[in-house]
């Protein structure tokens, strides 16, 4: 049976429940109308589908008779009433019956109505009957079981659907068909489906894990390398720092398959000597850090990225790793650097030009 796709109101009611509190009200009361629309809608449906099973048995109770030996009498009361149970058995039975148990059924009734010993055909017509009691009894349980499934499999879809609109990532194109047909019943939630909808979940999931961590570290007066915000789609590594840090730098390190985050406080330089002053002011940067991420993992919750701290380090147990890294450089040095060349080349100038005494 098929259902029309079910209204999407809880998608976009939670946006709207500030400003109409009765909306929730409303769009609960909506959704209910729909489902007994559906159940009354699958009622008439199933009774559209039982008067039919009804004409096929009377048809087929008559294709029957029709094949009976002329010895039979069929014009006795007895006969007649062997005729008019087959007829009634076959019409009870449910329309769902699989095809092969529907030719059994068929093939005992035409037994039952070709035997001229009454006594034999009463056995038969009991048989008939138990049969067909069995066969319902098998149908109705498995359909209900597959309704069962099926309305589980369509609350799954359309947690789905409302879990990447959340994200702001709207499922689209086929999956997104595919999805609904299965949230309205018409069609079952295969596992190649269910694969591509958690895939773009989890992409999903990651894209609005990478912006919420680069909005949180910018609002918390933090700056971010380039391209921060896809840190989580592509894994990798990438920086953040405060501007007063000068060449320190907290580098942020994602394992995307294990769920995992790594932060650990970093020095941009090459070549430079080690010195007690210099490993003094690299515990006292790791201790800043730590003390702020506290702070860091609260806004992350607060916009709904829930981060578990499983292992800390504490400041100075391990020496800060020193990076060469293009990316670290400070723009300030290269615009001091820059400005220095010109100079240089401007004096070279005007020397050459004799301006200079």
Not at 48 to 73: F, G, H, N, Y
Not at 101 to 112: D, M, N, P
Not at 243 to 252: F, Q, T
Not at 311 to 330: N, T
């Amino acid at each position: 049976m098929h259902r029309q796709p079910e209204l999407q109101i809880n998608t976009w009611v939670d946006d709207l429940a500030e400003n109409n509190p009765n909306l929730e009200k409303i769009a609960a009361e909506l959704n209910n109308r729909y489902e007994i629309y559906i159940h009354l809608r699958d009622g008439l449906e199933r009774a559209k589908a039982i008067l039919k099973m009804r004409e096929q048995a009377a048809t087929l109770a008559a294709s029957l008779q029709r094949t009976i030996p002329s010895a039979v009498e069929s014009s006795t009361p007895r006969r007649q009433g062997v005729n008019d149970n087959v007829r009634d058995i076959l019409a009870s039975l449910d329309p769902g019956t699989p095809k092969q148990h529907q030719a059994q059924i068929e093939s005992l009734a035409k037994s039952c109505l070709a035997t001229i010993d009454p006594g034999r055909a009463e056995l038969l017509l009991t048989d008939l009957r138990v049969r067909v009691n069995r066969l319902n009894r098998a149908t109705r349980d498995e359909q209900r079981c597959l309704a069962e499934r099926r309305d589980k499999e369509a609350g799954e879809a359309r947690d789905l659907i409302q879990r990447l609109g959340a994200l702001g990532q709207a499922a689209e194109g086929a999956l997104r068909d595919d999805l609904l047909k299965v949230s309205s019943g018409e069609a079952p939630f295969t596992e190649a489906l269910r694969l591509a909808a958690t895939s773009a979940l989890a992409k999903a999931e990651r894209n609005y894990a990478g912006f919420v961590l680069k909005d949180a570290l910018e609002q918390l007066g933090y700056e971010v390398q380039d391209k921060f915000e896809t840190l989580f789609a592509q894994d990798g590594s990438n920086f953040f720092q405060r501007p007063s840090w000068g060449d320190y730098h907290c580098r942020i390190t994602v394992d995307a398959d294990r769920e995992r985050l790594n932060f650990d406080v970093v020095r941009y330089g090459a070549g430079e000597t080690e010195s007690l002053d210099r490993t003094l002011l690299d515990k006292e940067m790791e201790e800043k850090w730590c003390e702020e991420v506290p702070g860091l993992l609260c806004r992350l919750a607060e916009n709904g990225v829930a981060v578990d701290l499983t292992r800390k380090l504490a400041p100075g147990s391990i020496a800060l790793q020193v990076i060469d890294d293009e990316r670290l450089k400070p723009k300030g040095r290269e615009r001091e650097k820059e400005t220095l060349i010109n100079y240089e080349r401007s004096l070279q100038f005007n020397s050459n030009k004799g301006w200079l005494g």
